[in-house]
C-alpha cells in the first residue's frame, strides 16, 4: 500500500518539496522493513503546525523536527483485526529539518530522508527515549536503514545507450546524406554514451542496411540492434553480429514501438531467434511491459537481458498513474533480475522521468533516443543560427 504524503506547508513553502520523491523513498523503507502491504501517512507541516501537535499530544510546548502517532497506540482491541493495515502518522517539521540540514551540512533531502526513518521506526516500536541501550538500538537501524536505501545500488552505475534513429529520420526527410547516424553515434560516444541503439525497420523509414554496416565498424562501444522477429532482418543482424540483439514487436502503420512484445503468444517464433543468435554468440534482449508473466517466459526461453517498457510509466497523464507504473516497473525489474535475467529499460524517458527509472537497482541501461535528439535539436539551433548568419552576412562579391 504505497504511502500518502499530505503537504499542510503554507502556500509559500509547498513548491519547495518533491512530495513524491519522499512517497518513494518510504514505499523503499516499508519495502526493506518488510512492511509494504501497510499504509503509512506523511504529513509535511511548519514549526507552529508542529508545536501545537507536541503540546496538544505530549505535553511538550516547543518545537521539534518528527512526530510518530502509531495507528493501533490507544486503540480498541477490535481495531487490531481490521483489514486494513495501517501504521500510522509521521508528522516532519520542513522548518525545522531545513535548519537541521544547514547545522549538520547536509541537504534538506537527507535530512528528511533521516527523519522519516526516525519516525517509522518509532511507528514499528523503537524508542531512543527509553533507555541508553533502546537509544544505541534505534541509532544502528537508523543507520543500515539509510545506507541500505542510499546504497542499494552500490557503485554501480547505471549506463545510458543513445538511439540514433532520429538523425536517420531528419536525414530520410530529404533523403540526401546528411546528418549521419554513423557520425551522430561517435559524437555520442565521445560524450560518454555507454552503448548506441539503432532500430533497422522493415519499412526502412529511418536507419538504413549501410548505417548498421558502417556502424558495426565506427562504434567503440556496444551496438544495440533493435529489430523485428524478421527473417530479412534476422539474416542482416546475423551478417552484422551486433553487440546485442533487443526484439521488439514492430508494425508496420505505427509511429514507434507501441508495446512490449507478447511473448505468451509466440514463444516458439522468439525462442528460435533467441537460438540462433546465441548460436552465433549474440546474446539477446526482450523488449517487454512490465508484467511478471512476460517476464517469466523470457527467462523459460533463455533471454540474456529483458528491457522493460517504460512508455505507459512516461506517458502517464497524473501523477497517481506515473507513480502506479513505476511500482509495476520497479517489481518487474526485482522480478527478472531474480528470476536471473540482466535488466535495461527505455521508451518515452526524458529529462523529468529518467532518473528514478536509472536509480532502480536492477536497471543496467537505459536506452534513451527521442528526447535527447530533440533537445540536440534545440540546444544546437543558437549555434547553426550563429555559423549560418556568419557566412551570409559577411559574404562579399569576390571577383
Ligand atoms: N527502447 C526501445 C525498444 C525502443 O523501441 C525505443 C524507441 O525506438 C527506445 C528504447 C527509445 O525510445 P525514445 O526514443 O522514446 O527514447
Given at each position: 500500500m504505497p504511502t500518502t504524503?499530505?503537504?499542510?506547508?503554507?502556500?509559500?513553502?509547498?513548491?519547495?518539496?518533491?512530495?513524491?520523491?519522499?512517497?518513494?523513498?518510504?514505499?523503499?523503507?516499508?519495502?526493506?522493513?518488510?512492511?509494504?502491504?501497510?499504509?503509512?501517512?506523511?504529513?509535511?507541516?511548519?514549526?507552529?503546525?508542529?508545536?501545537?501537535?507536541?503540546?496538544?499530544?505530549?505535553?511538550?510546548?516547543?518545537?521539534?523536527?518528527?512526530?510518530?502517532?502509531?495507528f493501533n497506540e490507544g486503540a480498541q482491541a477490535a481495531l487490531a483485526g481490521l483489514p486494513v493495515q495501517e501504521l500510522g502518522d509521521i508528522f516532519i517539521s520542513l522548518e525545522t529539518a531545513a535548519r537541521e540540514a544547514q547545522t549538520l551540512g547536509c541537504s534538506v533531502r537527507q535530512r528528511v530522508s533521516w527523519l522519516l526513518v526516525h519516525g517509522l521506526l518509532h511507528l514499528l516500536g523503537y524508542d531512543h527515549e527509553r533507555s541508553s541501550e533502546d537509544h544505541r538500538i534505534m541509532a544502528e537501524k537508523e543507520q543500515e536503514l539509510l545506507s541500505r536505501i542510499n546504497d542499494r545500488r552500490g557503485n554501480i552505475m547505471t549506463r545510458l545507450a543513445i538511439n540514433v534513429d532520429h538523425i536517420a529520420t531528419i536525414r530520410q526527410a530529404r533523403g540526401i546524406s546528411e546528418p549521419d547516424p554513423v557520425a551522430a553515434a561517435a559524437i555520442c560516444?565521445?560524450?560518454?554514451?555507454?552503448?548506441?541503439?539503432?532500430?533497422?525497420?522493415?519499412?526502412?523509414?529511418?536507419?538504413?542496411?549501410?548505417?548498421?554496416?558502417?556502424?558495426r565498424e565506427t562504434i567503440k562501444t556496444k551496438m544495440n540492434l533493435e529489430m523485428g522477429a524478421n527473417e530479412e532482418i534476422i539474416k542482416i543482424a546475423l551478417e552484422v553480429g551486433p553487440d546485442l540483439v533487443t526484439l521488439v514487436p514492430e508494425k508496420r502503420q505505427e509511429l514507434t514501438t507501441?508495446?512490449?512484445?507478447?511473448?505468451?503468444?509466440?514463444?516458439?517464433?522468439?525462442?528460435?531467434?533467441?537460438?540462433?543468435?546465441?548460436?552465433?554468440?549474440?546474446?539477446?534482449?526482450?523488449?517487454?511491459?512490465?508484467?511478471?508473466?512476460?517476464?517469466?517466459?523470457?527467462?523459460?526461453l533463455g533471454a540474456t537481458f529483458v528491457e522493460l517498457h517504460t512508455g505507459r510509466y512516461a506517458d502517464a497523464a497524473t501523477d497517481q498513474e506515473q507513480d502506479?507504473?513505476?511500482?509495476?516497473?520497479?517489481?518487474?525489474?526485482?522480478?527478472?533480475?531474480?528470476?536471473?535475467?540482466?535488466?535495461?529499460?527505455?521508451?518515452?524517458?526524458?529529462?523529468?522521468?529518467?532518473?528514478?527509472?536509472?536509480?532502480?537497482?536492477?536497471?543496467?541501461?537505459?536506452?534513451?533516443?527521442?528526447a535527447i535528439i530533440a533537445r540536440a535539436a534545440l540546444s544546437g539551433l543558437e549555434k547553426a543560427v550563429r555559423d549560418m548568419r556568419e557566412i551570409v552576412e559577411t559574404a562579399v562579391f569576390d571577383l
Amino acid at each position: 500500500m504505497p504511502t500518502t504524503i499530505t503537504n499542510l506547508l503554507p502556500a509559500s513553502g509547498k513548491g519547495f518539496f518533491d512530495t513524491r520523491r519522499y512517497t518513494r523513498v518510504a514505499d523503499r523503507l516499508l519495502k526493506e522493513l518488510g512492511a509494504f502491504e501497510y499504509g503509512l501517512s506523511v504529513v509535511l507541516v511548519d514549526d507552529q503546525r508542529i508545536q501545537a501537535l507536541n503540546r496538544q499530544y505530549r505535553n511538550r510546548d516547543s518545537t521539534t523536527n518528527v512526530l510518530s502517532f502509531p495507528f493501533n497506540e490507544g486503540a480498541q482491541a477490535a481495531l487490531a483485526g481490521l483489514p486494513v493495515q495501517e501504521l500510522g502518522d509521521i508528522f516532519i517539521s520542513l522548518e525545522t529539518a531545513a535548519r537541521e540540514a544547514q547545522t549538520l551540512g547536509c541537504s534538506v533531502r537527507q535530512r528528511v530522508s533521516w527523519l522519516l526513518v526516525h519516525g517509522l521506526l518509532h511507528l514499528l516500536g523503537y524508542d531512543h527515549e527509553r533507555s541508553s541501550e533502546d537509544h544505541r538500538i534505534m541509532a544502528e537501524k537508523e543507520q543500515e536503514l539509510l545506507s541500505r536505501i542510499n546504497d542499494r545500488r552500490g557503485n554501480i552505475m547505471t549506463r545510458l545507450a543513445i538511439n540514433v534513429d532520429h538523425i536517420a529520420t531528419i536525414r530520410q526527410a530529404r533523403g540526401i546524406s546528411e546528418p549521419d547516424p554513423v557520425a551522430a553515434a561517435a559524437i555520442c560516444e565521445l560524450a560518454g554514451a555507454a552503448g548506441i541503439v539503432v532500430h533497422l525497420r522493415e519499412d526502412r523509414r529511418h536507419i538504413q542496411d549501410r548505417d548498421v554496416f558502417l556502424l558495426r565498424e565506427t562504434i567503440k562501444t556496444k551496438m544495440n540492434l533493435e529489430m523485428g522477429a524478421n527473417e530479412e532482418i534476422i539474416k542482416i543482424a546475423l551478417e552484422v553480429g551486433p553487440d546485442l540483439v533487443t526484439l521488439v514487436p514492430e508494425k508496420r502503420q505505427e509511429l514507434t514501438t507501441e508495446g512490449g512484445l507478447d511473448l505468451l503468444a509466440q514463444k516458439e517464433k522468439i525462442g528460435k531467434v533467441i537460438d540462433t543468435m546465441q548460436s552465433s554468440a549474440i546474446p539477446v534482449s526482450l523488449f517487454l511491459d512490465p508484467e511478471p508473466k512476460q517476464i517469466a517466459a523470457a527467462a523459460e526461453l533463455g533471454a540474456t537481458f529483458v528491457e522493460l517498457h517504460t512508455g505507459r510509466y512516461a506517458d502517464a497523464a497524473t501523477d497517481q498513474e506515473q507513480d502506479e507504473e513505476f511500482l509495476l516497473l520497479e517489481s518487474a525489474a526485482d522480478y527478472a533480475l531474480s528470476l536471473g535475467l540482466r535488466v535495461n529499460a527505455g521508451h518515452g524517458l526524458n529529462y523529468q522521468n529518467a532518473a528514478d527509472i536509472a536509480a532502480l537497482e536492477a536497471v543496467e541501461e537505459l536506452s534513451i533516443g527521442h528526447a535527447i535528439i530533440a533537445r540536440a535539436a534545440l540546444s544546437g539551433l543558437e549555434k547553426a543560427v550563429r555559423d549560418m548568419r556568419e557566412i551570409v552576412e559577411t559574404a562579399v562579391f569576390d571577383l
